[in-house]
Nanobody, 123 residues
Framework: QLQASGGGLVQAGESLRLSCAASGLTFRDATLAWFRQAPGKDRVFVAGIRWNRNTNYADSVKGRFTISRDNAKNTVYLQMNSLEPEDTAVYYC???????????????????WGQGTQVTVSS
């Protein structure tokens, strides 16, 4: 089970940190990722972190967002800086196992999904 939190309403240029707490899975072995879905659009990959802490980012968030994990707390984070109105979406965390590096951005590779948390960025 995954439980996402930390969303909210902010102004452009501000920051937010999303958290996703996991239970009932072998967290240290999991590949963890954040996806987002804007109104009327498909869900898309934002960032991922593998068991060895290698990270991937969508081009649209590189240099602004940072994904990290705390295996002791079974939690994955998404630090979002310099937020833009285009970042407005519902953000979902996901966990999967035995993903190869090239599969990290692929949503169908993840077995577990959180419920989503709304991020709204006003201009």
């Amino acid at each position: 089970q995954l439980q996402a939190s930390g969303g909210g309403l902010v102004q452009a240029g501000e920051s937010l940190r999303l958290s996703c707490a996991a239970s009932g899975l072998t967290f240290r072995d999991a590949t963890l990722a954040w996806f987002r879905q804007a109104p009327g659009k498909d869900r898309v990959f934002v960032a991922g972190i593998r068991w060895n802490r290698n990270t991937n980012y969508a081009d649209s968030v590189k240099g602004r967002f940072t994904i990290s994990r705390d295996n002791a707390k079974n939690t994955v984070y998404l630090q979002m800086n310099s937020l833009e109105p285009e970042d407005t979406a519902v953000y979902y965390c996901a966990a999967g196992f035995r993903l190869i590096a090239s599969s990290v951005p692929l949503g169908d590779q993840y077995e577990y999904w959180g419920q989503g948390t709304q991020v709204t960025v006003s201009s």
